[in-house]
């Protein structure tokens, strides 16, 4: 099934300290998964993604872990800085038909200063 | 990297009449746009895919007859909001998928009075 945003719910992490946000997926199917950033008013922001041949992917402060057994994806930023407040979703992507991408609840992630 | 440029950013409009929002892709061809829509506090839902040259393919729930798109080129696709009502209300976001990833527009804040 699709996975449906009803409520946004909030993680508040010190300054400084690593954020751990996690999301879970729906469909077994989806091989292609996206975590996205959303400031207020703004369109999502691409953040880090990873295939389904991968369980772990590292960028700039940034490290997404997926487990396919359990279909969780997570994000962990470290070092939180404030411009790092904002709302992020983790997205899935099926492959095969056409290239839709399913959005996830969101996490509005609050960095306290 | 690519640009997705989406305008207006806001509009306000009386209810009953109708309103246009652009999305284009500003250096490179999409054949592709999608259209979400997103309520406050809530996640991005997408409601139709936008295909240069062809009818969109809307999601279950969304009135075709109410949410018209048209992408009548490889980098424009326009989302018409007929009749609007106070319940249309929403921010609406479109995306396109060049080589780099998915990309996302700054989304338009309607909101029908």
């Known amino acids: 099934g699709e996975s449906v945003g009803l409520h946004l719910p909030t993680l508040s992490v010190q300054e400084g300290d690593n954020s751990i946000i996690n999301c879970a997926y729906s469909n077994s199917a989806s091989d292609y998964f996206i975590w996205y950033k959303q400031e207020s008013g703004k369109g999502p922001q691409f953040i880090i993604d990873i295939r389904s041949n991968m369980d772990k992917r590292q960028g700039q402060r940034v490290t997404v872990l997926l487990n396919k057994t359990v279909k969780h994806l997570s994000l962990q930023i470290a070092a939180t800085q404030p411009g790092d407040s904002a709302v992020y979703f983790c997205a899935e992507n099926r492959s095969g038909g056409y290239q839709k991408v399913t959005f996830g609840i969101g996490t509005k992630l609050q960095v306290i200063p | 990297g690519a640009v997705v440029s989406q305008h207006p950013s806001r509009v306000i409009c009386k209810s009953g009449t109708s309103v246009k929002i652009e999305c284009r892709s500003l250096d490179f061809q999409a054949t592709t746009m999608f259209w979400y829509r997103q309520f406050p506090k809530q996640s991005l839902m997408l409601m139709a895919t936008?295909?240069?040259?062809?009818?969109?393919?809307?999601e279950q729930g969304v009135e075709k007859d109410k949410f018209l798109i048209n992408h009548a080129s490889l980098t424009l696709s326009t989302l018409t909001v007929t009749s609007a009502h106070p319940e249309d209300s929403s921010f609406y976001i479109c995306?396109?998928?060049?080589?780099?990833?998915?990309?996302f527009g700054s989304g338009t804040r309607l909101t029908v009075v």
């Open positions: 936008s295909n240069e040259g062809s009818k969109a393919t809307y």
């Open positions: 995306s396109a998928l060049p080589p780099g990833g998915y990309t």
